[in-house]
């Protein structure tokens, strides 16, 4: 090899080293070199990646934990349900005496009222 070509080439190594990895972008998220929660989702950017928080879970994305939507009455249960924080999300239970899903219940004895 000419040794003015093997400088030039080793130049060019140097620059990419150099360059922080932009030229050759590391995914931590699928070589699990990640910090996110487990609660999280990660995302590869190039020469770093983010953690967002799932749905249902709050925080900066390394610390995440359960909403708990009852007490922050952010759930839309019935008024006639019962609301049960669960990890993640949250659960909706028709009162005793009412049918229903959860997020919709209806008296089942109308003559009472
Ligand atoms: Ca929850």
Redesign the pocket.
């Known amino acids: 090899m000419d040794p003015r070509l093997s400088v030039f080439v080793g130049l060019l190594v140097l620059l990419a080293l150099a360059s922080g990895g932009t030229a050759q972008d590391v995914d931590e998220c699928s070589d699990g070199t990640d910090n996110c929660d487990a609660d999280a989702t990660c995302y590869n950017t190039p020469g770093s990646f983010s953690c967002i928080c799932n749905d ?2 709050g925080g900066d994305g390394l610390t995440c934990n ?5 007490s922050n009455n952010e759930h839309d249960c019935d008024d006639d349900a019962t609301c049960y ?6 659960d909706c239970s028709c009162n005793h005496g009412y049918d229903g899903d959860g997020l919709t219940c209806d008296g089942k004895n109308n003559e009472s009222d």
């Open positions: 249902g879970f359960d909403v708990d939507e009852c924080n669960t990890p993640g999300s949250f």
